[in-house]
């Protein structure tokens, strides 16, 4: 399945940011999907995921509390509500899909089935 980003940007510290990811086909259902981010220098991290039946959520440590992730199903996209951001936020955000959700929250991400081209966020203090 292809995956297309949007929303991402530069704000400062404290602000809020909203990237949402298309599949190119129904893919809820059938897909886990999530998210990945990717900092210069650092290695690939899972930020959050969402289950292929919607019904579990799943954070990294250092986005709980601050990110949300959820389906719009009118829109048939997933989106990633980044709230409270920090400039080590700062990354290129990947939206991510494959069968099972262990793979994302395990940060198997050399596993992983499917990936967007990554959006830039850039938060600054």
């Known amino acids: 399945v292809r995956l297309v980003e949007s929303g991402g940007g530069s704000v400062q510290a404290g602000a809020s940011l909203r990237l949402s990811c298309k599949p190119s086909?129904?893919?809820?259902?059938?897909?886990?999907m999530g998210w990945f981010r990717q900092a210069p220098g650092k290695e690939r991290e899972f930020v959050a995921a969402?289950?292929?039946?919607?019904?579990?959520?799943y954070y990294g440590d250092s986005v709980k509390g601050r990110f949300t992730i959820a389906v719009d199903n009118a829109e048939n996209t997933v989106n990633l509500e980044m709230n409270l951001l920090k400039p080590e936020d700062t990354a290129i955000y990947y939206c991510?899909?494959?069968?099972?959700?262990?793979?994302?929250?395990?940060?198997?991400?050399?596993?992983?089935?499917?990936w967007g081209q990554g959006t830039q966020v850039t938060v600054s203090s």
């Open positions: 991510a899909a494959d069968p099972d959700s262990w793979r994302f929250y395990n940060n198997l991400h050399s596993e992983i089935d499917s």
């Open positions: 969402i289950s292929r039946t919607g019904g579990n959520t």
């Open positions: 086909r129904h893919a809820f259902g059938y897909y886990a």
